[in-house]
């Protein structure tokens, strides 16, 4: 999509911004696109492949520089644009539609909420709680090396 539209010349504008997490974002936009921008850009433009080379992670079987593949179209993103959107939806069903999962369903972890809430608590709480707070925690040994270890 970003070729289709043209990013590149925006982006290679985007490089100019002396803010080095951006530019390495810009970076790595326009490696993806690279491979179908065609020979004629990156000869033109061969001071952002090698600010591209120098800054951005490469795998082994990249093939952004090349841009051969003559089957390779701007517009060939639909497969895995397709791809993509099906793992959207099925991590979005998972988290906020499935009511039948209680695993899965979403978790209230705003302070503000969960410390408003009212709670109910049995009428003797206020006689059970001194015993209740030496037997759970002042008898208790705490094991602080368990604690720092837990994920």
Not at 106 to 124: A, F, K, T, W, Y
């Amino acid at each position: 999509m970003l070729v289709v539209f043209k990013s590149a010349p925006i982006l290679k504008r985007a490089l100019k911004v002396k803010q080095a997490m951006m530019q390495l974002y810009v970076l790595k936009l326009l490696k993806i696109q690279t491979k179908y921008l065609g020979r004629q850009w990156r000869k033109s433009n061969m001071k952002t492949m090698s600010a591209i080379y120098q800054k951005v992670r490469h795998r082994l079987n990249d093939d952004w520089a090349y841009g051969n593949d003559i089957d390779a179209r701007p517009w060939d993103f639909q497969a895995e644009e397709c791809a993509l959107r099906e793992s959207i939806e099925k991590f979005n069903a998972r988290r906020y539609e499935c009511g039948q999962l209680a695993d899965f369903a979403p978790v209230d972890n705003c302070l503000q909420s969960v410390l408003g809430r009212r709670v109910e608590l049995p009428e003797d709480f206020p006689f059970s709680y001194p015993l209740w707070l030496e037997r759970e925690v002042f008898s208790t040994p705490i094991q602080w090396e368990g604690l720092l270890t837990q994920h």
